[in-house]
């Protein structure tokens, strides 16, 4: 167990949907990274949060978006659901903002139907 | 541009067998390296990473990778697998002062039979 809590584990909706994925960094980590994982893209950096700020942006489609709240914990809103758009998200949560060592979460499994 | 290439996306392998799993990267500033381990239905798990001093980084489950700065390489290696090391190997990099992405390779495919 990484330490690092997403929710939900699975998540089915249709073409057209909003869905929003949460992450529960580690106790103590200040930065969050969000990931996607497709089998025709592979691993894809999508956006780094840290102590509530954004950090670094990857390629994130405009339909996507996060935030990290006080608590630090972070939500990724994805809208306007395409087919495309199923994947599974990882989030990632480390102590500093340099990812010298990234602790990541068991991921959420989107399918767009 | 800054990159990783795995270069086996797929390696089978006996049990008891030595192992080398490719990863070569691309970038024009210093660079930290990373191996993770996915296995089915799981997240990512760390192997070993490579920040400074020794080229030679010993990880998790007996693995160890080499960092080669004039052939841009990181590879690694295990000298005798076992079934339980089937899974998914990525290599990654995070490049200096450039905030905390990693840019992941395709991943290989480690497949240890009996």
């Known amino acids: 167990d990484s330490g690092v809590t997403q929710t939900p584990k699975h998540l089915i909706t249709a073409t057209g949907q909003r869905v929003t994925l949460r992450c529960s960094p580690r106790s103590g980590d200040l930065s969050v990274y969000w990931y996607q994982q497709s089998l025709d893209q592979g691993l894809q950096f999508l956006i780094q949060?840290?102590?509530?700020?954004?950090?670094a942006k990857g390629n994130i489609l405009e339909r996507f978006s996060a935030q990290q709240f006080p608590d630090l914990h972070s939500e990724l809103n994805l809208s306007s659901l395409e087919l495309g758009d199923s994947a599974l998200y990882f989030c990632?949560?480390?102590?500093?903002?340099?990812?010298?060592?990234?602790?990541f979460g068991q991921g959420t499994r989107l399918t767009v139907v | 541009a800054q990159s990783v290439t795995q270069l086996d996306s797929q390696v089978p392998v006996f049990e008891e067998a030595p192992v080398e799993l490719r990863c070569n990267y691309s970038?024009?500033?210093?660079?930290?390296l990373f191996w993770y381990v996915q296995y089915p239905n799981q997240g990512l798990q760390l192997l070993l990473k490579y920040l400074s001093g020794s080229t030679l980084v010993k990880g998790i489950n007996g693995f160890e990778a080499e960092f080669n700065k004039s052939q841009t390489s990181f590879h690694l290696r295990k000298p005798s697998v076992h079934i339980s090391d089937t899974a998914e190997y990525f290599c990654?990099?995070?490049?200096?002062?450039?905030?905390?992405?990693?840019?992941f390779g395709q991943g290989t495919e480690l497949s240890v039979k009996p």
């Open positions: 970038s024009s500033v210093s660079v930290y």
């Open positions: 990654a990099v995070a490049f200096y002062n450039q905030g905390g992405k990693l840019i």
């Open positions: 990632a949560s480390s102590v500093r903002g340099d990812n010298t060592e990234a602790f």
């Open positions: 949060y840290y102590n509530g700020e954004e950090r």
